[in-house]
Each structure stands twice: as structure tokens, then as C-alpha cells.
């Protein structure tokens, strides 16, 4: 008879934002790590944690390649080429992405509060609640400050859609999510997918799965 292998529970902030693509990849390459790394008795317990790329971006949002050039100076080429390449990454970790010349990107306050309500309240359906954020944004083009939107995407993760409207139209967790912001601010995160290991390993950027497993395997070694 197979003895079991024990199994090592890491804890993992993932601090990310939800129309950031490198996230989605990020993402993509942690749970493919952590499913290779199944076998060895290494396993995580997930929280997502809150991070606003561009917090002051008005409600009705703005124009990827004019925003991707006004923020970062890139060209409308350059915009393309560097879309066309998170896309192919992207589709590695098994994600459609469909961002075009003319999608949008958007305040994404509200969706983080509806994430920060999921893990208060039902916290294994904060990931599936993550991955309908990213697929209403990337896949689907969806205004990200729109209720019905976020409300579409709370149901398809199993949560309640009447409570979730409450919670947007209520401004409930407002002041949570702004003291989670600070916080990951106030410990060094200043650009995302940041994930915390432990709440003192970091691994940055949207790195893929074999990064990540040889970082966990290691993290597990020594905690």
C-alpha cells in the first residue's frame, strides 16, 4: 500500500487587479504549478488581494491604445504587438483573451469590493468570482463599472446575484478595500501580479508555471 504523501498548506496573497493581463497569466502559471506540485504533498490556500491600477480613471473608462500610450508612451504599434504577446501567454495558461483596438479599460473600485465580499462570506468562490472578472474584461469586453456586469459575473461564481447588487449599490467594504490597498502598499507593492508566500516570500510578475514551481517547492522546504 502507497503511504500518502503529507500535505504542506501554503498561504498565498495574490495581489493582482482585474484589467491587468499580466495577472491573468500570473494566475495561469500558479495553478499549473500547484497542480504539478500535488504530487508531492504541496498544496495553497489562495486570497486575492486588492490592487487598482489606475484608481483615478474616470467612470466611463478609457481607450486601451490611447490609455496604454498616454500611460506608458507607447505607440498604437507597439500596443498591438505587446496585446498580441499577452495573448499568446495568455492562451499557454489556457485563458482567451480578446482585448482590441477598441476595447476599454475601466475603475475597477466596485469589482474589488464584490472580491472582498466573496472572501468575507464565501471564500472558496473568490477565485471562481477572480476568473469571471477577467473573462467579463478580456474575453467579453465588458464595462467593469457596470452592475449588471458584476453582478452577471458574482452569479456565474456560484455567489448570491441579489446579495452581490447589494453590496455594489450599498457601498458596503468601501473602507476595507481602501485599508487592504494601503496595506499592500505600505509593505512594497508597487506593481502586479505580486504573490505573497507566506506573508514574506515575493514573486512578481506573470511568470510562467515552471517559475512558480520551482519557487513554491523551495518556499515549502523552509516554512
Known amino acids: 500500500m502507497t503511504q500518502a504523501v503529507p500535505t504542506k498548506t501554503l498561504k498565498i496573497d495574490f495581489v493582482s487587479d482585474v484589467v491587468c493581463p499580466w495577472c491573468v497569466v500570473g494566475l495561469g502559471g500558479l495553478e499549473t504549478a500547484l497542480d504539478a506540485l500535488k504530487s508531492e504533498g504541496i498544496a495553497a490556500d489562495i486570497a486575492f488581494q486588492p490592487f487598482e491600477l489606475n484608481p483615478q480613471i474616470a467612470p466611463e473608462g478609457e481607450n486601451i ?42 475603475n475597477t473600485f466596485d469589482a474589488h469590493r464584490l472580491l472582498h465580499w466573496a472572501h468575507e462570506t464565501a471564500p472558496d468562490k473568490q477565485k471562481a468570482l477572480k476568473q469571471a472578472l477577467f473573462t467579463a474584461h478580456f474575453t467579453e469586453n465588458r464595462n467593469l463599472t457596470d452592475a449588471g456586469v458584476l453582478t452577471t459575473a458574482a452569479e456565474a461564481a456560484g455567489l448570491d ?40 516570500y515575493l514573486i512578481s510578475g506573470g511568470q510562467p508555471a515552471s517559475v512558480f514551481e520551482e519557487a513554491l517547492r523551495k518556499m515549502a522546504s523552509e516554512v
Open 65 to 106: 491604445v490611447e490609455h496604454i500610450g498616454r500611460k506608458y508612451g507607447a505607440s498604437p504599434e507597439q500596443s498591438a504587438a505587446n496585446r498580441a504577446m499577452i495573448r499568446e501567454r495568455a492562451a499557454e495558461a489556457g485563458f482567451d483573451m480578446r482585448m482590441t483596438d477598441d476595447s476599454r479599460i475601466w
Open 161 to 200: 446575484r441579489a446579495e452581490a447588487g447589494e453590496v455594489l449599490a450599498s457601498g458596503r467594504y468601501a473602507q476595507a478595500v481602501r485599508a487592504s490597498e494601503e496595506l499592500w502598499r505600505s509593505r512594497g507593492i508597487t506593481s502586479v501580479p505580486a504573490v505573497v508566500v507566506e506573508g514574506k
